[in-house]
């Protein structure tokens, strides 16, 4: 069965530092996708960044990058020179794309991040 | 261009009541779907919709029903509620196009007492 575990509930960072928010993954599929979005204390859900099972590179927007290592089935998310508006809830989040399968995003159970002034 | 609408924001209810949350979006997506949000357990999906008039179950679909009568509107029914099924409900939507990303709404935020 599919399984998304993100290990860190919460986690401090002092801001302008990088920080790295770990998510592993589980899946005997060769063709799926990993998401992380954003929830701020607003409570909306903000789609962050994408990378596809196939993808050779790593995907980059902005200052969000994805670490992605695919033998150890690992998709951690990388903020660069954080800001205090990063202070949020993150999830990573994975969907299977094989042909007949149940179309169903599995998420983890979040990290929430702080940034410190 | 409003993308994807939830309708109430939030609700308060008894226990065997029972109420409907409408989900709407304006981006001709095909896919739909429902999750629940509760503290330290992420997101869990309850039911979803591949198409109009498709429906199917998701993680936790009990105690819930769904309709997609129009491409446009999802609907979340709670034929008697309890308590729970307190939780912050979101809607989200996708063309349904593969690698395609999803698109939530700002949540419902339900008690049910």
């Given amino acids: 069965a599919q399984k998304i575990t993100q290990t860190q509930p919460g986690m401090f960072v002092q801001e302008k530092e990088a920080v790295t928010l770990d998510c592993t993954y589980d899946t005997s599929d060769q063709s799926y996708g990993l998401f992380w979005y954003k929830q701020p204390s607003s409570g909306e859900m903000i789609f962050l960044i994408y990378q596809g099972s196939y993808d050779e590179q790593n995907a980059t927007e902005g200052r969000y990058s994805l670490n992605f290592q695919k033998a150890r089935k690992s998709a951690n998310l990388v ?16 969907r299977d794309f ?20 | 261009n409003a993308g994807v609408t939830q309708t109430p924001k939030f609700r308060v209810l008894k226990t065997g009541q029972s109420m409907t949350l409408l989900c ?23 039911h979803y919709s591949v198409g109009e008039g498709t429906t199917a179950k998701g993680e936790v679909p009990d105690g819930y029903n769904v309709s997609r009568l129009k491409k446009q509107n999802f ?39």
Wanted: hydrophobic share 35%; proline share 4%; glycine share 12%.
């Fill in chain 1, 79 to 94: 903020i660069s020179a954080s800001q205090l508006g990063d202070s949020a809830m993150y999830f990573c989040a994975m």
């Fill in chain 1, 98 to 117: 094989t042909w007949g399968r149940d179309d169903k995003i599995i998420f983890g159970k979040g990290t929430r991040l702080h940034i410190l002034p």
């Fill in chain 2, 24 to 46: 709407a979006q304006d981006m001709n997506h095909e896919y739909m779907y429902w999750y629940r949000q509760d503290p330290g357990m992420g997101l869990r999906l309850i």
């Fill in chain 2, 75 to 113: 609907l979340l029914g709670l034929e008697s509620a309890a308590p729970s099924q307190t939780s912050v409900y979101f809607c989200a939507s996708r063309k349904g196009l593969g690698q395609d990303t999803q698109y939530f709404g700002p949540g419902t935020r339900l008690t049910v007492l």
